[in-house]
């Protein structure tokens, strides 16, 4: 790659710039980055932050150590985030695209599938409700208006003798909200149709109580939909992203009827969209902390927790620049509008392209002209670092 950096540079004519194009395409390759932007899930900085390094080393991902038979990778973090959400059964796939994909591919191909016209969601990078559901085969019922649909709407989906409705699917409105003049029906009053419900809650917020949390659930998570009560109210399968609130690698999860997930595990396309064991092992890692209440070893949710006394004093602390009032976000499309509060420094001027470009790329915001760093989603191992780079601007 540096022979041919050197050949470019110099078939442009400027042997001098061989340093400027190696080192871009240096910056081209995944690095890790401070990410001082207070947006806690950033999509385009990997969303959750996880640990990834390891030894190479074999692991029983398909061997069951106690017969020394064939084993099922399923069967490891599944159980465990099966457990944790109080559901029957689970199944891991790449992404929660990828789980809407294969429930629909493997309950609903060439059925009907009953969904509001206002969950006709667009989630980003395309993933589009519509869309997805044509591929995997199965055909789409609208019923209800963009800002109303009662239970009785998707009933007479359901009921009508022309249809052959396999699910009801829910779609969480993640990243957009509809207020005013509204309706949509509970879970729970679908629960009681003569098809199974299954909700894309896409956030994979596991609890809305929130146990592994001292303080219980946060102000700021208001009535995000969790798979545990989702299924409680009734429906049949939840589907989520690891990567959101889950604060795991990404990933997707089947979660619920033992005898569903096991028709999803079935499908061909189940092959195609399952993880490896470096995901396997980091999702199992992320259910023991849930089953260990132990919300501080998820890093979601320990920088989610954080006190705004605790950032103001490793603000004063890092003694740079001015320490400000900031507002965090939980981020990754979930929780559109939502804010924490949270602390930040600033240092007037522009200077997120100094901080982008250092060997550790440090990722600022800009805020009426000044640079700001965040610290609810900076690292406190940190802040040294941080310290050194915002004193070495100008
Ligand atoms: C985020 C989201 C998805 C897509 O999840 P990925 O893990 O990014 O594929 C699907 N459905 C809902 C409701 C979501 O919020």
Known sequence: MLVEAARTAIAD??????????????????????????????????RAPVAANQEASYSNLELDLTTGERGSRMDTAGALIARAAGAE???????????????????????????????????????????????????????????????????????????????????HQSNYRIIGFTESPTTKELAS???????????????????????????????????????????????????????????????????????????PLARALRPGSLVLGALQQTALAYLNNDGQSIPFWQMASLTVESLRQRASAIGVGTVVDTLATPGGGTLPGVEIPSVGIAIGGDHRNFLRNLGRPIIARIEKDETVVDLRTVQPTDDQYLAESLGSIN
């Open 193 to 267: 149709l003569a098809a199974p419900v299954v909700a894309d809650i896409g956030s994979g917020l596991l609890d809305s109580r929130c146990p592994w949390l001292e303080g219980g659930p946060p102000g700021w998570l208001a009535d995000e939909p969790a798979a545990r009560q989702t299924l409680g109210a009734g429906a049949r399968l939840v589907t989520f992203s690891g990567d959101k609130l889950f604060g795991g690698p990404q990933a997707g999860i089947i979660a619920g009827d033992a005898e569903l997930v096991a028709q999803c595990a079935r499908h």
């Open 13 to 46: 004519g400027q042997p001098g710039s061989a340093r400027e194009i190696a080192t871009k395409t240096a910056r081209r390759m995944l690095t890790p980055v401070v990410n001082a932007t207070g947006t806690i899930l950033h999509t385009n900085l990997g």
């Open 89 to 171: 059964a689970a199944i891991v796939v790449n992404n929660c695209a990828a789980a809407v994909l294969l429930v629909l591919a493997g309950l609903a191909d060439g059925r009907d599938v009953v969904v509001s016209r206002s969950e006709l969601v667009e989630i980003g990078g395309g993933f589009r409700i519509p869309e997805v559901m044509d591929r995997s085969g199965a055909r789409l019922i609208e019923v209800g208006t963009t800002n109303r649909t009662r239970a009785a709407d998707y009933a007479k989906a359901v009921d009508d003798p022309g249809s052959d409705v396999a699910v009801v699917l829910q779609v």
